[in-house]
Nanobody, 126 residues
Framework: QVQLVESGGGLVQPGGSLRLSCVAS????????IGWFRQAPGKEREGVSC????????SYVDSVKGRFTVSRDNTKNTVYLQMNSLKPEDTAVYYC???????????????????WGQGTQVTVSS
């Protein structure tokens, strides 16, 4: 059974940092793509970052470039999202998802992803 579990969310002040984790079970990360998405109240789900676990190729939405870093530890079947210099507009529920096709890169279109975690809340506020 494919399962993704996110953790690491919380309340942080502007300028602070959080590291989200996405642990996969029921399959090996292999060469798949793991994406991080977020959804704020009243807004559509937005692709934030992704990583192709086999090649390490990453992609970021412009609003987080230079602040967020996605990485993976294939031995732990885990993908991380390090979030620095957080802003109030980063407040959202963050989800990880997997896209089980083979390739060398990844994309931020949510429709391409098959399985989703339950999400973890990130709140940036003073």
């Amino acid at each position: 059974q494919v399962q993704l579990v996110e953790s690491g969310g919380g309340l942080v002040q502007p300028g602070g940092s959080l590291r989200l984790s996405c642990v996969a079970s029921g399959f090996s990360l292999g060469y798949f793509a793991i994406g991080w998405f977020r959804q704020a109240p009243g807004k559509e789900r937005e692709g934030v970052s992704c990583i192709r676990t086999g090649t390490g190729v990453t992609s970021y939405v412009d609003s987080v470039k230079g602040r967020f870093t996605v990485s993976r530890d294939n031995t732990k079947n885990t993908v991380y999202l390090q979030m620095n210099s957080l802003k109030p507009e980063d407040t959202a529920v963050y989800y990880c998802a997997i896209e089980r096709s083979y390739g060398s890169s990844c994309g931020l279109d949510a429709h391409e992803y098959e399985y989703w975690g339950q999400g973890t809340q990130v709140t940036v506020s003073s």
